[in-house]
């Protein structure tokens, strides 16, 4: 057969014409291929951790006064074509996230229908063993934190425009503060395996620098939860009033 066709033709079975098969283009291999939904997985929590990132440190500002992120939060506002930009950009990304993880886990169960004789979680982390829940605590949360300090649905006391205001009295209710908390602490569990297998699926998977990979994973994941647990704390305690 001429190898420049871009077809091939299945042997008959007895009884039946010929079957032409064409080739997938790239893209759907790529997509339908165990490698690229790790690809892909690994993109969009990049993207979901940039997002992240970007959001703690906006809202470290409110240790320094209302004035201060009042202002950063009516820049946004002002850039609204920019800003519904990168949450559709985030929605398609967390949407892909979700679909991809669920495909992979479903794939490897498949593959592996009876589980090991002897089970071998010491070679996991606890953070990759928890990833089926603390996913879904941090789902929940998107939605009660855009109904909490977005649109203020669920807040007691919203003021459109006063965010400052907004997260003091959102988090002086304090069982709200301690959700927050457990949230923020589900999303570090999640964020650290996620980003040390960030590495992995783009081929920085060595024991060389595996351990170098974990420290990284560590200090970011670290600086995120932090930054955003001190919020709530720091309103409990009157810090910030």
Same mark, same amino acid.
């Given at each position: ?22 080739? =997938? ?21 990049? *993207? ?27 820049? =946004? ?36 229908? *009876? ?25 929940? #949360?998107? *939605?009660?934190?855009? =109904? ?20 003091? %009295?959102? #988090? ?6 301690? #959700?927050?908390?457990?949230? %923020?602490?589900?999303?570090? =569990? ?9 590495? /992995? ?6 024991? /060389? ?18 930054? #955003? ?13």
């Amino acid at each position: 057969m001429n190898s420049q066709n871009k077809t091939s033709i299945l042997p008959p079975i007895e009884g039946t014409l010929p079957v032409r098969r064409t080739p =997938l283009s790239w893209e759907v291999s790529f997509y339908r291929s165990t490698v690229g939904k790790k690809i892909i997985v690994a993109a969009t929590g990049f *993207i979901g951790f940039a997002y992240v990132a970007l959001h703690m440190l906006g809202n470290l500002l409110a240790f320094e006064g209302p004035a201060r992120l009042n202002t950063y939060a009516a820049f =946004l506002k002002s850039n609204g074509g920019l800003l519904w930009t990168a949450r559709i950009a985030l929605m398609v990304a967390v949407v892909l996230h979700i679909v991809m993880a669920y495909q992979l886990a479903w794939r490897c169960q498949k593959s592996r229908p *009876i589980g090991y004789y002897r089970w071998r979680g010491i070679a996991s982390t606890f953070a990759s063993r928890t990833m089926r829940w603390s996913g879904p605590i941090i789902g929940f #949360f998107i *939605i009660y934190h855009l =109904l909490h300090l977005t649109t203020g649905t669920v807040h007691p006391d919203f003021h459109p425009g006063d965010v400052y205001r907004n997260v003091v %009295m959102g #988090f002086h209710v304090w069982p709200v503060a301690v #959700f927050y908390i457990v949230a %923020m602490l589900a999303l570090g =569990l999640h964020m650290y395996h996620g980003v040390y297998s960030m590495f /992995q699926s783009v081929g920085a998977n060595h024991p /060389q620098y595996n351990g170098l990979i974990r420290k990284l994973a560590t200090c970011v994941t670290l600086a995120v939860v932090i930054g #955003f647990i001190s919020i709530p704390v720091a309103v409990l305690l009157n810090i910030i009033s």
